[in-house]
């Protein structure tokens, strides 16, 4: 620890914590290494994944400190020592033991049969004297997708073990070794916490479990999918690291293997966390909940005075520190400290928002001719100070903008151009439409419903189907009327069942539509009629970021241009700074029309010249007509 007692020197001078929207009150009693284990609150707060954390000591200045991440080791293995295997009567006996008694919690049994299904039970000794059994109900299998060689039991110390494998229902396999896993070095400091299933959805072969962890910034540890379900076999995955596993569980005679835990181990950024599981053609599994489980994540610092400290969260453009202190994680995780018992997070009193703000560099005024725009929206702001604002665009301005958002301006007084930031593709939202049975005479076995959008050529994600029907499968079409003709525009199969209902279907759409009606249809066959009870139309959420002052100076939002070119602003190379920075949410005004969209001629009008060209033309040929005619003589 002498490289520690080095940095009690190292001090900082007074520094302006205006621009931290929250803080944590440290009581520190005493002199020393000091160590407190975050509040999940705390991570949440923090703008830029913990990169924005500051300490500070009670006379005001900002010092040192190391964060003690999770670092995830491989549980350590030991190979065995004087394997031996023998047949006692309809049984296979292993034995084996390791060097020493350590603390294990699973073997593994090598082998190189296939397609195999085996019980088996597990006992160890330390002392050579007394066995215990470690796990009665063990299962062995290679068959039918899952793959277990390894028996689990409660972590204990052990230095001896033994495994009978039943041979009564097949013939003995031959096994070549075996191994012990001990127990991960970290693997105390990860604790279960409450969380929220948001959503379950089923869509093409695939559930999607969306999971609300209630905050931000944790290390997430496990997940472990709960489900009654005796007999599956199943991938999954999760959106945090992406990494494909086998999820399984098996049952023979009352013995049983399982593994239906993902592994993470990473910091989240995001509160919410999606769980994909892969049914393929197998009805999708019955999850009861999800258990998962965070890492505690300790700070360390020095603290050289008794007195309140405070660590400061929440700033989105403070820029992760560099200390020497953390560089020494490593040392500090097995030092002795005194944990300190940190006070509620709470809002800093200090925060003011305008020390928040980007830093773009020098401000110009860039003046926009609004000749050819056709709508025009008042942007009403809540607030009359200079600050980053959000605003969502709704139905009229997306439908009524160009593709893309090129069109789409922010004006100030005297036609002075805001630069925007669009933020599009990251958030959707979901409303309810009124569906309207539309059957179809010929076609008496398809179930046909209509129903229709808030506008034309809305930009629509998805459509949520509910239904109280509980056994059926269907295949969903959807589609569009356009020129009196129907286009297809998604599809999806549908399947539910009393043991695995699936009362809502997802159908991808992903594009803008050209009307403001839409058809769904599925053929019964000879069944019952599908019974639909709502559905929702999915919509992408899309917004712009720009800075200006609001209140007095009136701000609007000009679109409906069609050769429009895409703007290309500067701080597109501050994005991440504009992404970060506290946003004021605004709102759009009542439409503006200023420049109306001539309606196109119908096919029975035209232009007076096109019908004297016609004349003309219809005239000329009659006369060449009737010179080639041959002339008829009246008769004298």
Same mark, same amino acid.
């Given at each position: 620890?002498?490289?520690?007692?080095?940095?009690?020197?190292?001090?900082?001078?007074?520094?302006?914590?205006?621009?931290?929207?929250?803080?944590?009150?440290?009581?520190?009693?005493?002199?020393?290494?000091?160590?407190?284990?975050?509040?999940?609150?705390?991570?949440?707060?923090?703008?830029?994944?913990?990169?924005?954390?500051?300490?500070?000591?009670?006379?005001?200045?900002?010092?040192?400190?190391?964060?003690?991440?999770?670092?995830?080791?491989?549980?350590?293995?030991?190979?065995?020592?004087?394997?031996?295997?023998?047949?006692?009567?309809?049984?296979?006996?292993?034995?084996?033991?390791?060097?020493?008694?350590?603390?294990?919690?699973?073997?593994?049994?090598?082998?190189?049969?296939?397609?195999?299904?085996?019980?088996?039970?597990?006992?160890?000794?330390?002392?050579?004297?007394n066995w215990h059994t470690l796990n009665a109900n063990a299962l062995l299998t290679d068959q039918?997708?899952?793959?277990?060689?390894?028996?689990?039991?409660?972590?204990?110390?052990?230095?001896?073990?033994?495994?009978?494998?039943?041979?009564?229902?097949?013939?003995?396999?031959?096994?070549?070794?075996?191994?012990?896993?001990?127990?991960?070095?970290?693997?105390?400091?990860?604790?279960?916490?409450?969380?929220?299933?948001?959503?379950?959805?089923?869509?093409?072969?695939?559930?999607?479990?969306? %999971?609300?962890?209630?905050?931000?910034?944790?290390?997430?540890?496990?997940?472990?999918?709960?489900?009654?379900?005796?007999?599956?076999?199943?991938?999954?995955?999760?959106?945090?690291?992406?990494?494909?596993?086998?999820?399984?569980?098996?049952?023979?005679?009352?013995?049983?293997?399982?593994?239906?835990?993902?592994?993470?181990?990473?910091?989240?950024?995001?509160?919410?966390?999606?769980?994909?599981?892969?049914?393929?053609?197998?009805?999708?599994?019955?999850?009861?909940?999800?258990? %998962?489980?965070?890492?505690?994540?300790?700070?360390?610092?020095?603290?050289?005075?008794?007195?309140?400290?405070?660590?400061?969260?929440?700033?989105?453009?403070?820029?992760?520190?560099?200390?020497?202190?953390?560089?020494?994680?490593?040392?500090?995780?097995?030092?002795?400290?005194?944990?300190?018992?940190?006070?509620?997070?709470?809002?800093?009193?200090?925060?003011?928002?305008?020390?928040?703000?980007?830093?773009?560099?020098?401000?110009?005024?860039?003046?926009?001719?609004?000749?050819?725009?056709?709508?025009?929206?008042?942007?009403?702001?809540?607030?009359?100070?200079?600050?980053?604002?959000?605003?969502?665009?709704?139905?009229?301005?997306?439908?009524?903008?160009?593709?893309?958002?090129?069109?789409?301006?922010?004006?100030?007084?005297?036609?002075?151009?805001?630069?925007?930031?669009?933020?599009?593709?990251?958030?959707?939202?979901?409303?309810?439409?009124?569906?309207?049975?539309?059957?179809?005479?010929?076609?008496?076995?398809?179930?046909?419903?209509?129903?229709?959008?808030?506008?034309?050529?809305?930009?629509?994600?998805?459509?949520?189907?509910?239904?109280?029907?509980?056994?059926?499968?269907?295949?969903?079409?959807?589609?569009?009327?356009?020129?009196?003709?129907m286009r297809s525009i998604g599809s999806a199969n549908w399947k539910s069942t009393p043991d695995s209902p699936q009362p809502e279907l997802r159908i991808d759409i992903g594009?803008?539509?050209?009307?403001?009606?839409?058809?769904?249809?599925?053929?019964?066959?000879?069944?019952?009629?599908?019974?639909?009870?709502?559905?929702?139309?999915?919509?992408?959420?899309?917004?712009?970021?720009?800075?200006?002052?609001?209140?007095?100076?009136?701000?609007?939002?000009?679109?409906?241009?069609?050769?429009?070119?895409?703007?290309?602003?500067?701080?597109?190379?501050?994005?991440?700074?504009?992404?970060?920075?506290?946003?004021?949410?605004?709102?759009?005004?009542?439409?503006?029309?200023?420049?109306?969209?001539?309606?196109?001629?119908?096919?029975?009008?035209?232009?007076?010249?096109?019908?004297?060209?016609?004349?003309?033309?219809?005239?000329?040929?009659?006369?060449?007509?009737?010179?080639?005619?041959?002339?008829?003589?009246?008769?004298?």
């Amino acid at each position: 620890m002498k490289h520690l007692l080095l940095l009690l020197a190292a001090t900082s001078a007074l520094a302006d914590h205006a621009a931290w929207t929250h803080l944590q009150k440290l009581p520190v009693t005493q002199s020393g290494l000091q160590r407190v284990e975050l509040d999940p609150a705390l991570l949440d707060a923090s703008a830029t994944a913990l990169g924005d954390l500051r300490l500070v000591n009670p006379a005001g200045e900002e010092r040192p400190y190391a964060l003690l991440k999770h670092k995830f080791q491989e549980p350590p293995t030991h190979e065995s020592m004087n394997f031996i295997q023998k047949l006692e009567g309809q049984w296979t006996k292993l034995e084996f033991r390791i060097q020493s008694p350590q603390m294990v919690e699973s073997v593994w049994l090598n082998t190189d049969a296939r397609g195999f299904i085996k019980a088996a039970k597990l006992e160890a000794t330390a002392d050579g004297v007394n066995w215990h059994t470690l796990n009665a109900n063990a299962l062995l299998t290679d068959q039918n997708g899952p793959f277990n060689r390894q028996i689990n039991f409660e972590p204990g110390t052990w230095s001896q073990f033994r495994v009978s494998v039943d041979d009564r229902r097949s013939a003995p396999l031959v096994f070549t070794g075996a191994g012990v896993r001990g127990v991960a070095p970290t693997a105390d400091n990860a604790v279960p916490f409450a969380v929220k299933i948001i959503s379950r959805t089923e869509n093409g072969g695939s559930t999607k479990i969306l %999971i609300d962890l209630g905050a931000r910034n944790l290390e997430l540890g496990t997940a472990r999918l709960l489900t009654s379900e005796a007999m599956f076999n199943r991938s999954g995955y999760n959106s945090l690291i992406g990494i494909k596993k086998i999820l399984y569980r098996q049952e023979y005679e009352g013995h049983f293997a399982e593994d239906v835990t993902l592994h993470m181990h990473e910091l989240s950024p995001e509160r919410e966390l999606t769980l994909t599981i892969r049914n393929d053609e197998n009805p999708p599994l019955k999850i009861d909940g999800v258990e %998962i489980t965070r890492h505690v994540l300790p700070l360390v610092f020095q603290a050289d005075v008794a007195g309140e400290w405070q660590l400061f969260a929440g700033n989105p453009q403070a820029s992760a520190p560099s200390y020497d202190l953390a560089k020494m994680s490593d040392q500090l995780r097995r030092a002795s400290s005194v944990l300190v018992k940190a006070g509620a997070v709470e809002p800093n009193p200090a925060f003011r928002a305008e020390a928040a703000l980007p830093a773009t560099g020098e401000a110009g005024e860039v003046r926009l001719d609004t000749r050819g725009w056709q709508w025009r929206r008042a942007i009403l702001p809540s607030e009359n100070e200079k600050r980053v604002f959000r605003l969502d665009l709704d139905d009229h301005a997306l439908a009524h903008s160009t593709s893309g958002g090129g069109d789409l301006r922010v004006i100030a007084a005297e036609g002075v151009l805001i630069p925007h930031l669009l933020i599009e593709g990251r958030e959707t939202t979901r409303a309810a439409v009124v569906l309207t049975p539309f059957p179809d005479e010929k076609r008496p076995k398809t179930s046909r419903w209509r129903f229709t959008l808030p506008i034309e050529k809305l930009t629509v994600k998805a459509l949520h189907l509910r239904t109280s029907s509980s056994l059926f499968q269907r295949s969903i079409r959807v589609l569009e009327p356009v020129d009196g003709k129907m286009r297809s525009i998604g599809s999806a199969n549908w399947k539910s069942t009393p043991d695995s209902p699936q009362p809502e279907l997802r159908i991808d759409i992903g594009g803008r539509l050209q009307g403001a009606e839409l058809v769904v249809e599925t053929d019964n066959g000879d069944n019952p009629a599908l019974q639909l009870t709502s559905v929702e139309i999915e919509k992408p959420v899309v917004s712009l970021l720009f800075e200006a002052h609001g209140g007095a100076r009136p701000l609007h939002l000009f679109y409906g241009k069609a050769n429009a070119y895409a703007p290309d602003y500067d701080i597109r190379f501050v994005r991440d700074r504009f992404e970060k920075a506290t946003h004021v949410p605004v709102k759009l005004g009542d439409a503006e029309v200023l420049k109306r969209v001539k309606a196109r001629a119908s096919s029975t009008s035209g232009s007076p010249w096109l019908w004297a060209a016609l004349v003309l033309v219809v005239g000329g040929l009659l006369w060449v007509v009737a010179r080639l005619l041959p002339k008829v003589e009246s008769a004298s």
